[in-house]
């Protein structure tokens, strides 16, 4: 069947990327994920300035699923762009730069300066662990709507918002977001682990970000929903480990679909099942990818 899709002019050989900071975080990272069956990779959420993180333990595996609070380590836009630059042409899919301002200038400023770079930009408003970043910028919704309008003026090409899961939060700022051309719903959701033992929270940073299957039927909710109240596309993210994951974020009216943790369990090769598994769905269902998007709503 055919998996070529377009999300927002953006041509897609297939509607299956990483999540950003999944096998990201370098641009040789980035060039093993192309390898694997992707329509597109996404970077790293980049910084204005170089981030160091926090110190462990950032990252453990939970019954049901996982908590990260990585601290957004990066080496700052400044650098990204210079490693990124010298291998641009070695890329034959889209490359999504994944961005995190904290203000409208520094916004303008990174949109700018990766436009000859990038395919499209993820604006990172969503993140649930860092100061003055992510989650905390979409909290204030004038500073939210004038970052994104600063990357859409920056960039001639389309701009996609990282949302988080929280869908009262999300519903009440979405009429302002009309500069925005695609919606990725969505990030991780803000949790926390603490040891028994020790009697304090696990990680350094003692609020972290739940990924894994947990989040999965919360993020594929608000696909739902936002489908029913906006015209723009949708990239499902969240809890996705196979292509049965993945129809129902169709289903539900994603355009395309992200993966992230399942990518610590089965590698790169999950690519690879999610295409031949939705290839063998719509051959049974004699149904293309374009008529399945949304059909739940038809039910």
Not at 91 to 116: D, G, H, L, Y
Not at 135 to 149: P, R, Y
Request: overall charge neutral; glycine content about 8%.
């Amino acid at each position: 069947m055919e998996l070529v899709t377009k999300i927002s002019g953006i041509t897609l050989r297939n509607p299956f990327m990483n999540a950003s900071g999944v096998l990201s975080q370098t641009v040789s990272l980035l060039k093993r994920l192309q390898e694997a069956e992707v329509g597109a990779v996404v970077t790293k959420s980049i910084t204005y300035e170089e981030r160091k993180g926090y110190e462990n333990p950032t990252f453990i595996k939970i019954n049901c699923g996982y908590l990260n609070a990585m601290g957004l380590p990066n080496p700052g836009f400044r650098e990204f762009l210079k490693e990124l630059s010298l291998c641009r042409d070695e890329f034959k899919v889209p490359i999504i730069v994944s961005i995190a301002p904290s203000e409208p200038k520094q916004a303008r400023e990174m949109a700018t300066t990766f436009k000859n770079i990038a395919s499209a930009i993820e604006i990172n408003l969503s993140c649930p662990h860092s100061e003055k970043l992510g989650l905390e910028v979409f909290n204030d919704a004038k500073l939210t709507e004038s970052i994104v309008k600063n990357v859409k003026d920056g960039f001639d090409k389309p701009v996609f918002c990282k949302l988080p899961p929280y869908r009262n939060e999300v519903l009440g700022i979405i009429d302002s977001l009309d500069n925005c051309d695609a919606f990725v719903v969505s990030n991780t959701i803000r949790a926390m682990k603490i040891d028994i033992k020790a009697k304090k929270p696990v990680l350094s940073n003692k609020f972290g970000g739940l990924s894994g299957k947990a989040l999965h039927p919360i993020s594929l909710a608000l696909v739902f929903e936002l489908y029913e109240k906006t015209k723009k596309p949708i990239i499902g993210v969240g809890g996705v480990e196979s292509w049965e994951d993945a129809v129902e974020f169709f289903l539900a009216g994603a355009s395309a679909v992200q993966v992230g943790s399942v990518l610590e369990k089965k590698g790169i090769t999950i690519f690879k099942e999610l295409v031949e598994g939705l290839e063998k769905y719509l051959k049974e269902e004699r149904i293309s990818l374009e008529e399945l998007i949304g059909l739940a709503h038809d039910s």
